[in-house]
């Protein structure tokens, strides 16, 4: 029961660093070039696809795995993940007033951005654990990881 946690926490720490990269890049991009709120998302969501799917595939590649199957067991391990991930931390960002119209040097901005990622992290990290404990999600890679 405790490695399922530990493995969620891990994997949710991993799926987080893509999805923060991407979403942060995303909602920066978004709100420079002055996009309305739903572009800047579309975009933060894109991007933390991107790099969620790219952390995850360069980590596979690298223990030996052909590129097809990589694509496979990066989509069957993140897609969950990242989908929760992004619908909770852009709902936060949405919610929060103000923040998507705050500016970069806003302080509301990047305040509301981390407090979104770390709810996401908070609410994600179950769902991880439900998956894991059914063979799904992370739960896919443990044979890469172990070779």
Known sequence: MRGNWSAAVSATLHCLTGCAIGEVLGMVIGTWLGLPAWGTVVLAVALAFLFGYAL????VLKAGVGFTAAVKLALAADTVSIAVMEVV??????VVPGAMAAGLTSALFWGALAFSLAVAF????????WLIARGKG?????????H
Not at 56 to 59: A, E, I, M, P, V
Not at 89 to 94: G, I
Not at 122 to 129: E, G, K, M, Q, S
């Open 56 to 59: 995850t595939l360069r980590g």
């Open 138 to 146: 992370h739960a896919v890679m443990h044979h890469v990881h172990h």
């Open 122 to 129: 908070a609410l994600t990290v179950p769902v991880n654990r």
């Open 89 to 94: 931390d852009n709902t936060v960002m949405l």
